[in-house]
């Protein structure tokens, strides 16, 4: 598949999530198949005024690639000059972000706001296309509200703007993550323009990925939810993208081996003390649905050193093999 000049090796991607989708999780989810990740929505005036922890999030590693820098803002000069500035950093594409639903966004006119005026985003696009010779994307949503269903309208403009590909998650901004995702507003779209599609939205199962491909005629999914403990499933859906049906699941041993590294790669990024904070809500995701898991996740969300995450989940390991002695069906669940 290709955006503009980018050529990604499959379809699945990771959406960009702020406080998520950091460096050390974008690697996980490279190592588990992800075709494209994203960076953590920026803001585009932060950064334009040289904001260090703004500047920060824009920060990669090329065992990253291909990856994306995603903006938000609500000026057309301004989100240019934010456009140079990311240009300078050479990631493979730019994605300008209309739907996100955060208060704190839209309350000044950015993420899901400037779906309310097409005329700001037909200029906010052509700032930002003809600020960089990188791709640029766009994501969007329906619309503000269901009297507003706005994203065919959008995604036409988009394509005459230049843009190389648009993602659609088929909620509005009032639903926010409530109710059930519109898919057939994606396939809508698909049908009214050229350029490749990326669905999003209540991708949690393989099964879920292969079923928005079939129903959608979408080019490309993007797994954001649904990835939270479970990078797994980027890997999954593209096996069954490619006929293959036996899939394999992890074991509670491999998310625990997988959650600890994933935390040593953050702790090295940012340090013991913020490290842990900021891996906390990957415990639970880690931990969803394992035998005593609530009690496990009450001591791991306390606990303030890395050899101390270790300790309690090899204590809890092998508590589990000596239960499992007892009860061999145990030894062999998966989550």
């Given at each position: 598949?290709k955006?503009n000049?980018?050529?990604?090796s499959?379809?699945?991607?990771l959406?960009?999530?702020?406080?998520?989708?950091?460096?050390?999780?974008?690697?996980?989810?490279?190592?588990?198949?992800?075709?494209?990740?994203?960076?953590?929505?920026?803001?585009?005036?932060?950064l334009?005024?040289?904001?260090?922890?703004?500047?920060?999030?824009?920060?990669f590693?090329?065992?990253?690639r291909?990856?994306?820098?995603?903006?938000?803002?609500?000026?057309?000069?301004?989100?240019a000059?934010?456009?140079?500035?990311?240009?300078?950093r050479?990631?493979?594409?730019?994605?300008?972000?209309?739907?996100?639903?955060?208060r704190?966004?839209?309350?000044?006119?950015g993420g899901?706001?400037v779906?309310?005026?097409?005329?700001?985003?037909?200029?906010?696009?052509?700032?930002?296309?003809?600020a960089?010779?990188?791709?640029v994307t766009?994501?969007?949503?329906?619309?503000?509200?269901?009297?507003?269903?706005?994203?065919?309208?959008?995604?036409?403009?988009?394509e005459?703007?230049?843009?190389a590909?648009?993602?659609i998650?088929?909620?509005?901004?009032?639903?926010?993550?409530?109710?059930?995702a519109?898919?057939?507003l994606?396939?809508?779209?698909k049908?009214?323009?050229?350029?490749?599609?990326?669905?999003?939205?209540?991708?949690?199962?393989?099964q879920?990925?292969?079923?928005m491909f079939?129903?959608?005629?979408c080019?490309?999914?993007?797994?954001?939810?649904?990835a939270?403990?479970?990078?797994?499933?980027?890997?999954?859906?593209?096996?069954?993208?490619?006929?293959?049906?036996?899939l394999?699941?992890?074991?509670?041993?491999?998310?625990?081996?997988?959650?600890?590294?994933h935390?040593?790669?953050l702790?090295?990024?940012?340090?013991?003390?913020?490290?842990?904070?900021?891996m906390?809500?990957?415990f639970?995701?880690y931990?969803?649905g394992?035998?005593g898991?609530?009690q496990l996740?009450?001591t791991?969300?306390r606990l303030?050193?890395?050899?101390?995450?270790?300790?309690?989940?090899?204590?809890?390991?092998?508590?589990?093999?000596?239960?499992?002695?007892?009860?061999p069906?145990?030894a062999?669940?998966?989550i």
């Amino acid at each position: 598949m290709k955006l503009n000049r980018l050529e990604v090796s499959n379809r699945v991607f990771l959406a960009p999530l702020s406080g998520i989708t950091d460096s050390a999780f974008r690697l996980v989810a490279k190592e588990h198949g992800a075709g494209l990740v994203y960076t953590e929505m920026i803001s585009a005036e932060g950064l334009v005024r040289g904001g260090a922890k703004t500047r920060r999030l824009m920060e990669f590693g090329d065992d990253e690639r291909p990856i994306g820098v995603q903006l938000f803002g609500s000026q057309p000069e301004v989100l240019a000059d934010a456009v140079q500035i990311v240009t300078q950093r050479q990631p493979d594409l730019i994605d300008l972000n209309f739907g996100c639903p955060s208060r704190k966004v839209v309350r000044k006119n950015g993420g899901a706001a400037v779906l309310k005026d097409l005329t700001l985003m037909e200029g906010m696009v052509r700032a930002a296309v003809g600020a960089t010779d990188l791709p640029v994307t766009v994501k969007i949503r329906s619309g503000w509200d269901q009297t507003s269903i706005v994203a065919s309208e959008a995604a036409i403009l988009c394509e005459a703007l230049g843009v190389a590909g648009i993602t659609i998650h088929p909620r509005t901004r009032q639903q926010v993550f409530s109710g059930r995702a519109n898919w057939e507003l994606i396939g809508m779209v698909k049908e009214r323009v050229e350029i490749p599609v990326i669905g999003n939205g209540d991708v949690r199962t393989p099964q879920d990925g292969l079923r928005m491909f079939a129903e959608t005629g979408c080019d490309a999914a993007m797994i954001g939810r649904g990835a939270l403990g479970n990078p797994w499933i980027f890997s999954q859906i593209v096996a069954l993208l490619e006929g293959k049906d036996d899939l394999t699941f992890p074991s509670v041993n491999q998310r625990i081996d997988l959650c600890l590294r994933h935390t040593r790669q953050l702790l090295a990024i940012k340090g013991d003390f913020t490290g842990l904070r900021q891996m906390r809500k990957h415990f639970g995701w880690y931990t969803k649905g394992f035998p005593g898991g609530a009690q496990l996740r009450r001591t791991l969300v306390r606990l303030e050193r890395l050899q101390d995450v270790e300790s309690v989940f090899q204590n809890y390991q092998r508590e589990r093999a000596s239960y499992s002695q007892k009860f061999p069906q145990v030894a062999e669940r998966t989550i």
